[in-house]
């Protein structure tokens, strides 16, 4: 089974703090993502890369950078943390851009922003 | 830009029941849709796909296809509890992106 891993599980931050949250996939593979999930709003991507070194933007980036050091890690950074980035969020891997392969989603991480 | 709307909201079924969620999509170029499973507090996980017009069927799980009339649904027969979860749709967004647009979601409840 792929494997997604994000930390940290939960995070309770400050409004106008730096927040990061991280993933790390050990699928080899060349497609990451971050989602949110909030009530009534399914998951929406925020940001998405094909490889190390790549990121693009999703359909909400605003508030939000990320980072793709590596094939294995990607991070979500969320400059000046505001009151409405409260919610959970999903990282995923995909082997290519087809959109015919799974998407294996980590187990999210849980940021209240205070 | 894709939408993509998913109906009802929310379902409550008898266990044994024969339950159907629904999907409509607004790109007519889309190849590619999925539905995906997330029991509560877990991660979404990947439960069907399907790539062309039709159906396709796997255990108690139907996937029906419409392309021309942008609406795809699933179907679970004998419904069971452990079935209880949020249902998402999802469609390909653009060519060779790699992006899945996704639905708000569908709460499916089934009691015993």
């Known amino acids: 089974e792929a494997a997604v891993t994000q930390s940290p599980r939960n995070k309770v931050a400050v409004t106008g703090g730096k927040v990061t949250l991280s993933c790390n996939q050990t699928n080899n593979h060349n497609n990451m993502y971050w989602y949110r999930q909030d009530t009534g709003h399914g998951l929406r991507l925020i940001h998405y890369s094909y490889g190390a070194g790549s990121t693009e933007k999703g359909d909400i980036p605003d508030g939000y950078k990320a980072s793709r050091p590596s094939q294995e890690n990607f991070s979500l950074i969320l400059e000046l943390a505001t009151p409405s980035q409260t919610s959970v969020y999903f990282c995923?891997?995909?082997?290519?851009?087809?959109?015919?392969?799974?998407?294996?989603f980590g187990s999210g991480t849980r940021l209240t922003v205070l | 830009q894709q939408n993509v709307q998913q109906s009802p909201e929310s379902l409550i079924v008898p266990e044994g029941a024969r339950t159907s969620l629904n999907c409509t999509f607004s790109d007519s170029a889309s190849q590619y849709f999925w539905w995906y499973r997330q029991h509560s507090g877990k991660a979404p996980k990947a439960l069907m796909s399907i790539f062309s017009n039709g159906e396709k069927e796997e255990g108690r799980f139907t996937i029906h296809l419409n392309k021309a009339s942008l609406h795809f649904s699933l179907h679970i027969r004998d419904s069971q509890p452990s079935d209880s979860a949020l249902y998402l749709c999802?469609?390909?967004?653009?060519?060779?992106?790699?992006?899945?647009?996704f639905g708000h979601g569908t709460i499916l409840r089934v009691h015993p």
């Open positions: 995923a891997s995909g082997r290519d851009r087809t959109s015919a392969e799974t998407l294996y």
């Open positions: 999802a469609v390909n967004t653009g060519a060779n992106t790699g992006k899945l647009t």
